[in-house]
Every structure is written in structure tokens, then in C-alpha cells.
């Protein structure tokens, strides 16, 4: 069941805290215990830039991305 941005985001978080989960971890975990196919939640996810931003987060730690360089002011 997809729900609206905000139920969806609200949902991963919950994820994250309860079950001690990473966000790709919880995001996985979402799709598969309501068997989607990521595509159908890829546009919630790039709608919400909190949402996306914890995720390329998870990922960069997990070297799944290219880091992006900041420069140091």
C-alpha cells in the first residue's frame, strides 16, 4: 500500500527507530513486507529532500555512492 509522502516518510522513520534499522534498510524493508517494486516508491523518495538526503547519507557511509567534496571554510 503506498501511502502519501508524509505517511511514507513518517513510516521509514518509525523503521529507523524501532527496529534499529538503516534508511535503505528501512526502505527495503518497507517494500518488501508490502511487496512493491522499488520504482513504485522512488518518486516519494525524490519528492522528499530530508528523506533522500538521509538516504545518501546511509549510502555514502556504506560506500555505495560517490561522496561529494565540501570545501572547508
Request: hydrophobic share 40%.
Amino acid at each position: 500500500m503506498i501511502k502519501s509522502s508524509n505517511e511514507f516518510v513518517a513510516t521509514i522513520e518509525n523503521l529507523v527507530v524501532e527496529k534499529q534499522l538503516n534508511y535503505l534498510d528501512a526502505i527495503m524493508h518497507y517494500i518488501e513486507s508490502n511487496e512493491l517494486e522499488l520504482e513504485s516508491i522512488a518518486d516519494l523518495i525524490k519528492n522528499n529532500p530530508v528523506l533522500k538526503s538521509k538516504l545518501y547519507h546511509t549510502c555514502s557511509t556504506l560506500n555505495l555512492v560517490e561522496k561529494i567534496n565540501k570545501l572547508d571554510f
